[in-house]
């Protein structure tokens, strides 16, 4: 089956929705699947649904997934208060997780996690050390899994991204990768650089991407969901 690019759903209303003691701003779009998004500085609770998706079905959602919205509310308050002042470091804290654009690195299921990064600014500086930082360790993670996954990509892109945390086109093998990885564990930036490659043999996540990753790393799955716990700074 080609490669079809999946295009941005398109807004068709936005509204508020009281759930319990909830304010939930409802965007409505032309697409399938509902998604759950906290987003700082205050928590606020966002829902992008389908155009004819009921309020109470919202509702519903909404409230399974109150156990989360707590946690994420949590997190953004912890790292919050771990801020000094006159902080210059960074942190790594919340959840994030995206939808599925070319094929990328984010989150399973239909909770989707926007964090933004509090207390924390994208600087020149900051960016140039990310930038070297994922160009020191990319060329020796490139000739290990090169021959291991046996594809390579024919360009590699590192841009800052606010919902995921890599993407990649098969039909061209270029790959995209989160500038943020820079700046994290560089057990993430391996995870996110096979997950990607991976795509080039299979461009969704269905049961021969889901092979290919148990062999080339059994515990992709623990990676996945270690980062998916990490925020995406803005």
């Known amino acids: 089956m080609p490669y079809r690019r999946r295009l941005k759903a398109r807004t068709v209303s936005r509204t508020m929705l009281r759930v319990d003691d909830l304010d939930v701003s409802v965007t409505r779009k032309a697409m399938r699947n509902m998604y759950l998004r906290i987003k700082p500085p205050a928590g606020n609770v966002e829902v992008s649904a389908p155009v004819r998706m009921s309020d109470q079905k919202i509702a519903d959602f909404v409230r399974e997934r109150r156990n989360w919205i707590e946690r994420q509310r949590r997190r953004l308050e912890e790292a919050q208060q771990r801020i000094p002042v006159g902080f210059d470091g960074l942190q790594h804290s919340g959840a994030q997780s995206g939808r599925e654009g070319d094929s990328d690195t984010g989150s399973a299921g239909n909770i989707a996690g926007q964090n933004g990064g509090i207390g924390f600014e ?16 990319l060329p020796a993670l490139l000739q290990h899994w090169e021959p291991i996954i046996g594809r390579k990509p024919t360009h590699i892109t590192l841009r800052l991204m606010t919902s995921r945390w890599g993407s990649c086109t098969p039909a061209t093998g270029r ?7 820079g700046l994290m564990d560089p057990r993430f930036l391996e995870y996110v650089l096979v997950h990607e490659m991976t795509h080039l043999w299979a461009s969704g996540h269905g049961a021969k991407f889901q092979r290919l990753m148990d062999t080339y790393l059994p515990n992709w799955r ?11 700074w803005r």
Do not use: H, P, Y
Request: a positive charge; proline letters at 0%; glycine letters at 0%.
């Open 122 to 137: 994208w600087t020149d500086e900051r960016k140039r050390l990310a930038k070297s930082n994922l160009d020191t360790q």
């Open 175 to 181: 790959i995209r990768l989160n500038l943020q990885l």
């Open 222 to 232: 623990t990676l996945r969901r270690d980062l998916n716990r990490e925020m995406v």
